[in-house]
């Protein structure tokens, strides 16, 4: 791991200590290792699993979404940035899948979200700094491997 990525991870936990969720953290975290300017806000109804429901994770959203950012399909006709955020968003979440064991929220944290257990102690939940952390990793490494190809296709 580089040391930028290091310290966006540094910052992305910190970011959540003081209220951003999951989504958000990850969301920001990846676009600032990007340098990508994009609101964190719209990222708000997807911590705890989709407005808290427990459903996918926030930070597999928060991936997906820095990842779709990235690619910039803004065309609805531009097939090449579909087939190409589709691909990186499911190597995204097929590694999320493989080392969280699952997509879901409630089953990450093993509770509802909104539902904190009353034994668990105050902060976050450590299952969700590690889903937090692996999603910054896979959407960054995600798009790395796509810039080196993108460059070996222009030369």
């Known amino acids: 791991m580089t040391r930028k990525l290091e ?3 540094e910052e992305v936990h910190q ?5 951003f969720n999951c989504a958000e ?3 920001w975290g990846v676009s600032q ?4 300017s ?3 806000s719209c990222m708000a109804g997807f ?23 990235y690619v910039g399909r803004t065309d609805p006709e531009d097939r090449e940035a579909k087939v190409r ?11 999320f899948i493989s080392k969280m064991g699952t997509q879901l929220c409630r089953e990450i944290l093993g509770y509802l979200p909104g539902n904190k257990p009353a034994h668990r102690p105050d902060g976050i939940n450590p299952k969700c700094r590690k889903a937090v952390t692996l999603a910054v990793k896979l ?9 080196q190809k993108y460059k070996q296709t222009q030369n």
Not at 33 to 36: A, K
Not at 139 to 146: F, N, P, Q, R, S
């Open 139 to 147: 959407a960054v490494e995600a798009v790395e491997k796509d810039q």
């Open 85 to 95: 955020a589709t691909a990186l968003s499911k190597a995204v979440a097929a590694a």
């Open 38 to 40: 994009v609101p964190v």
């Open 15 to 19: 970011s959540r200590e003081k209220g």
């Open 47 to 69: 911590g705890g699993g989709v407005a808290g429901s427990g459903s996918v994770c926030g930070a597999l959203s928060g991936a997906l979404a820095a990842v779709g950012v």
């Open 7 to 9: 310290v966006v991870l």
């Open 25 to 27: 953290g990850v969301f």
């Open 33 to 36: 290792y990007l340098g990508l």
